[in-house]
């Protein structure tokens, strides 16, 4: 039995994510998260929200992430135009 998987070349060139943190990043912190929007939010944790071109950029997001000591809650990839009331 094989089982064959087939990349999808449809998906567009960057991906909108969403990432969540425990805890807040500081300040300071901002530029190393490129174009990215941070958000604290009111229970502590930390949404950072954008696009990233490609996988090799979402990893060496997350060594960055890694290195600051956040732990990571969650990682989502968003449709493009999809809000949170749909």
């Known amino acids: 039995m094989r ?9 567009c060139e960057q991906e909108l994510y969403e990432i969540r943190l425990k805890g807040h990043l500081d300040g300071r912190w901002a530029d190393r998260f490129w174009d990215l929007t941070i958000t604290l939010t009111e229970n502590g ?15 060496g997001l997350l ?3 890694r290195d600051l000591g956040l732990p990571l809650l969650s990682l989502n990839c968003v449709e493009l135009g999809r809000t949170d009331a749909s």
């Open 45 to 59: 944790e930390t949404l950072l929200t954008g696009p990233i071109v490609d996988q090799a950029a979402l990893h």
């Open 3 to 11: 089982d064959t998987y087939q990349s999808n070349d449809e998906h």
């Open 63 to 65: 060594r960055k992430i």
